[in-house]
């Protein structure tokens, strides 16, 4: 009984202190941004082996989607599809098959792989989607 009261007063805390503490203007002001619109690049089927410095038979099969905010993007990406899936299989080639075991690792090498398609290409790449990954 008293653990019942001791957590009901401990919520109640924690509710006032929220509220009072809230600035209601920034929950406002986050509710209102939009979220931008993505344009797609047709996926790229990638076959390649894993850690080409390491004699391991890894390999990675991936379907991989990239995006843009730019609407320019959908046209530039026919442009340079062939110089794109040779930065993703160059980019498999350098990672090992830890890098892929865990979501989070996976996270940052969309974050890495966004970074070397805009470096080498020059193109507004919003995001990089592994939509479907198979590891051995």
Known sequence: MLTILLSSILAGAVVAVL??????????????VEKKEEF???????????NLKETTRDFVKASVVISSTNEE???????????????????????????????????????????KIEEKLNLDVENVYFTNLMLQ
């Open 19 to 32: 509220y009072f503490t809230l600035d209601i203007d920034t929950v406002v002001e986050a509710s209102q």
């Open 40 to 50: 797609f690049a047709e996926p790229f089927e990638i076959m390649a082996n894993l």
């Open 73 to 115: 993007f959908i046209e530039e990406s026919k442009k340079y599809h062939y110089q794109m899936n040779d930065i993703i299989v160059s980019f498999i080639n350098s990672k090992t098959l830890e890098d892929f075991r865990n979501f989070e690792n996976r996270e940052k090498l969309s974050e890495e792989l966004v970074e």
